[in-house]
C-alpha cells in the first residue's frame, strides 16, 4: 500500500452556472521516501490540489488516502511549507518561537519543544538567527526557517506549494540543496508543487504532470537520474536535458479530447 | 548641518515664539475672560501642584481608566467572537451600527435615569463610549486577518483556543490598537462632559464650576490641565502602543520592501 | 455598511445572510420588549421599545421636535462647513511646505489632543448659552482632524506621479490640481468622516451642558422632567440622524477611496 494516494480527486467551486472546475478525477500515489513533484500550466488547479491533499480544503469527489485513511482535515503527519513565507511565518514571534508553536499540540513539554525547534533550527543552519523576527531575515533564510518548522512537527510527509517561487535563483539553488539533504536525513516523503521544469527535474523521483483546467493528471514520468543530485553535475548530464524536454513537452501538450 | 541646526529652531523656536506672544498679549489685555498668562501659571501651580490632585485629578483619572478598561476588555472580547464568525456578525451589524451612531453625550441622561448620579454612572457612560472603535476595529483586524496566517495554524492543527490567542489575536493587535487610541480620545471628551453634567468632583466639574463663580484664572488652570492630561494620556499611549507592536513596524517595513 | 468595513463582509451576502441583520434588530427590539413588559428591567427606567416608537410617532407632528432637529443640524453643519474653509486651505498650505510643517508640528502636536470640551467654559463666559457656543465649539472640534488628514493627505503625494507629471510638461499650478489635489482627496474624505461624527457629538453636547436649543438640550429636559418616554425617543432620533450622517460620510469617502492606490495608513474607524 502506497503512503499517500489521491483518488479521482475533484473540486469544483461555486454553484448552478457560474461553476469552476479546477482539478477533476485525479489520481496518483506516493510511496515512503518519495519526492514527487507536481508541476503544470498556470492555472491547472496544483495549488487546490495540495490543500485537498493537506487537508485544507475538502474536494468535491474523490479522496485523499494516507495510510489507509481518508484524510478529512489536517492530518497528523503531514506539513505544509507555503509559498509566501512572509504570510505563513508569524511576524510577532521570533524564529524560536514560529518553530516551536505548531508542537503545542504534541503533547511536550515545553524544554522538549524548544530542543526539538533548536535541533529544526540547525537543520537548515540558522542557529545564528534563534531569536531574530522572521522579517528581520532575508527572503531566503525565511523559507529556511518555514522549513525548520514543518521539520520540527517532525512530518511523515511534507507538502510544500511552490516553495522557491518567491526567492531569487542561486538562494534557489541553495534551497533546493537543503530540501534534498532533508529528505535523505529526516526520510520524509515529499509532494513538491512548483512551476519551474528545471526545478521538478532536479529534485524529484516521479514528476505527476498535470493538464489545464481541470487538471488531471497528464503523464508521470519516472526521473532516473543519479543520486546525490548536484546543481552543476547533474544538470549538465544528456539525461537531464532529455528529461526536462519532455516533461516541458508533456506541460505544454493539450489534454487528451481536445 | 546648517540645514538640520535651522530646523531644530524652528522647531524649538516656535513655540516659545508662540507662547510668548500668549505672555505678551494677555498681559496687556484688559479683558476679563483672558487672565494675563503668569497669573493662570500661578494659579494653576497653587490650584494642581498637589492639592486638589486626590480631590479632583485622581478622581478623573480613576474613572477613565475604569470605563476605558471595561471598554477594551468588553471591545476586544466581543469583537474577536463578532470577527470571527461570520453569522453573528452580519446579524449584529446593523444594531452596532445604530447603536453606535448614538452620540455618547445624549446618552448621559439615560445613565442617569438607569444608575442615578455616582461613579457607576460616570464610568458606564465612559466605558460605553469608548468601546465602540475598540469593538469595530478588533471586528476588522479579526475579519481581515491574512488568510495565510490562519490555513498555517489550521494546517499544524493548533488548537482553536490557541489558534485565537496565538495568531488571531496578534494579527488583529494593530488595528485594535488604533481603534484604542481612538477611544482614548473619545473617553476623555466624555470624562470631562459627564463631570460638568452631573459630578460633584473632577476636573471637568472644577472647570466648570470655576466659570460659574467667575474664578477665571482658576478656569484657565484647568484648561491648561486637561489639555496637558490630553497631550501626556496620548503621548503615554503610543508609547506603549510603539512597545508592543514593534514587531508589526518591521514586519511592514519589510513586506513593502519586498513588495 | 459604514462601520464595519466592506472587508468584514466582503463575500456577497447569500439570500439566507441577507435577512440575519434584519433578523438582529427585530431579535433585539423583541427581546427588550419582552425584558420590560416583563419587568425585568423596570419600565419607569426603561420603557417597552413599543412605547418609545408611539412617542416617537407623536413627535413627528410636533413643531418643537422638528426645531429641535433642525437647530442640532444646523450647529452641525454650520460648523462642520466653517471647519471645513479652515481646516483645509490650512492643511493644504501647512502640508505642502516642508518648512512651516516643521514650524508647526509641535505646536499642532500639543494643541491637538486637547479635549474641546475643556473649553466649553471659556465659550459660555464669550459667546454665552446659545448658538454661537455651540458653533464655536463644534468648528474647533471638527478642525483637528480635517487639518491633520489634509496634512497627511498633501505629504503622501505620490513622488513617481509627480515626476511624471512634470515629464509631461505640466507647470507647478497644474501639478497641484491634477496630481497633488486628487492624491489628497481621500485622506480629505476620511478627516470629513471623522469630523463630520466628531461635530455632531459636539453639537449634543453644547447643547446638553451649555444649554442651546437642540435635541440635547430637549434630552436633558425630558430627563430633568422625568418624561423618561419622551427622553428614550429623543435619544433614537440622536441616533438615527448620527446613523444617516456617519453612513453618508462614510458612502462617500468610501467612493472617493475607490480608486485611490492603497498606500494607506492604518486608520482607525471611529
Known amino acids: ?258 | ?259 | 455598511m459604514s462601520a464595519i468595513s466592506r472587508r468584514a463582509v466582503a463575500r456577497r451576502l447569500s439570500p439566507p445572510e441577507r435577512s440575519y441583520g434584519a433578523l438582529g434588530v427585530v431579535g433585539t427590539v423583541a427581546a427588550l420588549e419582552l425584558l420590560t413588559r416583563g419587568e425585568v428591567v423596570a419600565s419607569r427606567h426603561f420603557p417597552p421599545p413599543s412605547a418609545t416608537f408611539r412617542t416617537l410617532g407623536g413627535l413627528l407632528d410636533s413643531a418643537e421636535f422638528w426645531g429641535d432637529v433642525g437647530s442640532t443640524l444646523q450647529g452641525w453643519g454650520a460648523g462642520l462647513a466653517l471647519a471645513f474653509a479652515i481646516a483645509v486651505p490650512l492643511g493644504v498650505t501647512i502640508g505642502s511646505s516642508a518648512v512651516l510643517y516643521r514650524a508647526l508640528r509641535v505646536p499642532i502636536e500639543f494643541l491637538r489632543p486637547i479635549p474641546s470640551v475643556a473649553l466649553i467654559p471659556l465659550v459660555i463666559l464669550v459667546y454665552g448659552s446659545g448658538f454661537e457656543s455651540k458653533l464655536f465649539l463644534v468648528v474647533f472640534g471638527a478642525s483637528w482632524p480635517l487639518l491633520i488628514q489634509t496634512i497627511y493627505g498633501m505629504q503622501d503625494a505620490d513622488p513617481l506621479a509627480l515626476d511624471t507629471a512634470r515629464a509631461f510638461g505640466l507647470g507647478p499650478v497644474a501639478r497641484f490640481a491634477r496630481v497633488t489635489l486628487p492624491g489628497a482627496a481621500p485622506y480629505i474624505a476620511t478627516g470629513l468622516r471623522i469630523s463630520s461624527s466628531v461635530a455632531l457629538v459636539l453639537a449634543v453636547t453644547a447643547e446638553l451642558v451649555i444649554g442651546a436649543d437642540g435635541l440635547g438640550r430637549s434630552i436633558s429636559l425630558a430627563q430633568e422632567s422625568a418624561a423618561v418616554e419622551l427622553m428614550y425617543a429623543l435619544v433614537v432620533v440622536t441616533g438615527i440622524v448620527g446613523w444617516l450622517l456617519s453612513s453618508a460620510f462614510a458612502g462617500a469617502e468610501r467612493r472617493v477611496l475607490h480608486w485611490h492606490t492603497a498606500h494607506r495608513r492604518l486608520e482607525a474607524a471611529p
Open chain 2, 1 to 259: 548641518m546648517r540645514r538640520r541646526l535651522l530646523a531644530a529652531s524652528l522647531e524649538l523656536g516656535v513655540p516659545v515664539v508662540l507662547v510668548a506672544g500668549w505672555w505678551l498679549w494677555s498681559t496687556r489685555s484688559e479683558s476679563f475672560y483672558y487672565p494675563p498668562l503668569p497669573d493662570i501659571l500661578s494659579t494653576f501651580a497653587d490650584t494642581w501642584l498637589f492639592e486638589r490632585v486626590a480631590d479632583d485629578v485622581l478622581p478623573s483619572l480613576a474613572r477613565l481608566a475604569a470605563g476605558f478598561t471595561i471598554a477594551a476588555i468588553f471591545g476586544i472580547g466581543l469583537g474577536l467572537a463578532l470577527g470571527l464568525s461570520r453569522p453573528a456578525r452580519l446579524t449584529l451589524a446593523p444594531t452596532v451600527e445604530f447603536l453606535r451612531a448614538i452620540p455618547t453625550p445624549a446618552l448621559i441622561p439615560v445613565a442617569i435615569v438607569l444608575l442615578g448620579i455616582g461613579d457607576t454612572m460616570r464610568v458606564t457612560i465612559i466605558a460605553t463610549a469608548c468601546v465602540w472603535p475598540i469593538l469595530l476595529n478588533a471586528i476588522d483586524g479579526v475579519a481581515g486577518i491574512d488568510t495565510t496566517l490562519v490555513e498555517t495554524a489550521r494546517s499544524y492543527r493548533v488548537r482553536r483556543l490557541d489558534r485565537v490567542r496565538w495568531v488571531v489575536l496578534p494579527a488583529a493587535l494593530p488595528q485594535i490598537f488604533a481603534g484604542m487610541r481612538t477611544s482614548l480620545s473619545v473617553g476623555i471628551l466624555v470624562m470631562v462632559v459627564s463631570e460638568m453634567e452631573a459630578s460633584t468632583n473632577g476636573i471637568g466639574f472644577f472647570v466648570l464650576q470655576s466659570q460659574r463663580t467667575f474664578a477665571i484664572p482658576e478656569m484657565w488652570s484647568g484648561i491648561l490641565l486637561l489639555g496637558i492630561l490630553g497631550y501626556a494620556l496620548n503621548f503615554g499611549f503610543t508609547r506603549i502602543e510603539r512597545r508592543v507592536l514593534r514587531w508589526h513596524r518591521g514586519w511592514r517595513a519589510s513586506a513593502l520592501g519586498a513588495a
Open chain 1, 1 to 258: 500500500m502506497s503512503l499517500l494516494e489521491v483518488d479521482r480527486l475533484g473540486m469544483h467551486y461555486g454553484q448552478g452556472r457560474r461553476v469552476t472546475e479546477a482539478i477533476r478525477d485525479l489520481s496518483f500515489a506516493v510511496e515512503r521516501g518519495e519526492l514527487v513533484s507536481v508541476i503544470g500550466p498556470s492555472g491547472c488547479g496544483k495549488t487546490t490540489l495540495l490543500r485537498c491533499i493537506g487537508g485544507l480544503l475538502a474536494p468535491t469527489s474523490g479522496a485523499v488516502v494516507l495510510r489507509g485513511e481518508p484524510v478529512t482535515g489536517p492530518p497528523d503527519e503531514m506539513a505544509v511549507v507555503f509559498q509566501e513565507y512572509n504570510r505563513s511565518l508569524f511576524p510577532w514571534m521570533t524564529v524560536r518561537q514560529n518553530v516551536a508553536f505548531p508542537l503545542r499540540g504534541k503533547g511536550l513539554t515545553k524544554h522538549a519543544r524548544r530542543e526539538r525547534g533548536e535541533e529544526a533550527i540547525a537543520a537548515v543552519g540558522l542557529t545564528r538567527s534563534l531569536d531574530h523576527y522572521p522579517w528581520e531575515l532575508s527572503g531566503g533564510m525565511q523559507q529556511r526557517v518555514a522549513i525548520a518548522r514543518a521539520l520540527a512537527y517532525q512530518p511523515s510527509v511534507l507538502l510544500m506549494d511552490e516553495p522557491f517561487a518567491s526567492v531569487d535563483a542561486q538562494t534557489r539553488a541553495d534551497l533546493e540543496d537543503l530540501t534534498l539533504r532533508v529528505r535523505d536525513e529526516f526520510g520524509v516523503t515529499i509532494v513538491l508543487v512548483t512551476h519551474d521544469i528545471d526545478e521538478s527535474v532536479y529534485l524529484a523521483d516521479r514528476i505527476v504532470v498535470l493538464s489545464p483546467a481541470p487538471g488531471r493528471v497528464q503523464e508521470t514520468v519516472r526521473v532516473e537520474l543519479p543520486k546525490p543530485r548536484d546543481q552543476i553535475e547533474t544538470r549538465t548530464l544528456p539525461e537531464f536535458t532529455e528529461l526536462r524536454t519532455h516533461v516541458h513537452r508533456a506541460v505544454k501538450r493539450p489534454p487528451e479530447g481536445v
